[in-house]
C-alpha cells in the first residue's frame, strides 16, 4: 500500500513526538491513524511508544501486527527482540533477531541485541562473536 502525502506528513509529525518521547500522544494518534491505514509503522510505531513506557507485554503485541503486514522488516524484528530481552523471554528474542540476521547477516543492531541474549543465557563464546560482529559493522 501505497503511503499518500498527508499521511507521510502525519507520520513523520508521529515520529518527531516519538522523538520527543511524549509516548501517549503518539499511541493515541498513531492507533486513530491505523484504524484506516495498514501499513507497518503504524503499529511499529505504537509497540515503540509502549517500550519507551517500559510496557513490554503491549509493545509486543504491535510488533507482532507490524510484523503481519512486513514480516520482512529488521527493524520490527529487533524491536520485538528487544522488548521479549525486558520481559527476560530470551530464547524467543533469539528467534526474532536470528530471522533478522537471515535477512541482512550485516545489521550491526541484530549482532549487538543477539550477543545481550546470548549473554543472558550464558553462552559467553555467542555473545562475545555476535558483539565482536556488532564492532566489527
Not at 498513531?30 to 517500550?51: D, E, H, M, Q, V
Not at 509486543?60 to 501486527?65: A, D, G, Q, S, V
Not at 530481552?85 to 545489521?107: E, P
Request: glycine content about 4%; overall charge positive.
Amino acid at each position: 500500500m501505497s503511503v499518500n502525502n498527508e499521511l507521510e506528513k502525519k507520520i513523520i509529525n508521529l515520529i518527531d513526538i516519538f522523538n520527543n518521547q511524549s509516548f501517549d500522544e503518539v499511541i493515541k494518534q498513531a492507533t486513530k491513524l491505523y484504524k484506516f491505514n495498514n501499513i507497518s509503522i503504524l503499529p511499529n510505531l505504537i509497540g515503540a511508544s509502549y517500550a519507551g513506557k517500559k510496557e513490554h507485554k503491549k509493545a509486543i503485541i504491535f510488533y507482532k501486527k507490524a510484523l503481519q503486514i512486513d514480516h520482512q522488516n529488521i527493524e520490527i524484528l529487533n524491536n520485538l527482540g528487544k522488548s521479549q530481552i525486558n520481559l527476560k523471554l530470551y530464547t524467543k528474542a533469539l528467534k526474532s533477531f536470528n530471522v533478522s540476521l537471515g535477512l541482512d547477516k550485516n545489521n550491526h543492531d541484530t549482532h549487538f541485541n543477539l550477543g545481550i541474549a546470548y549473554f543472558e543465557l550464558g553462552k559467553f563464546d555467542e555473545s562475545i562473536r555476535h558483539y565482536f560482529c556488532a564492532i566489527k559493522l
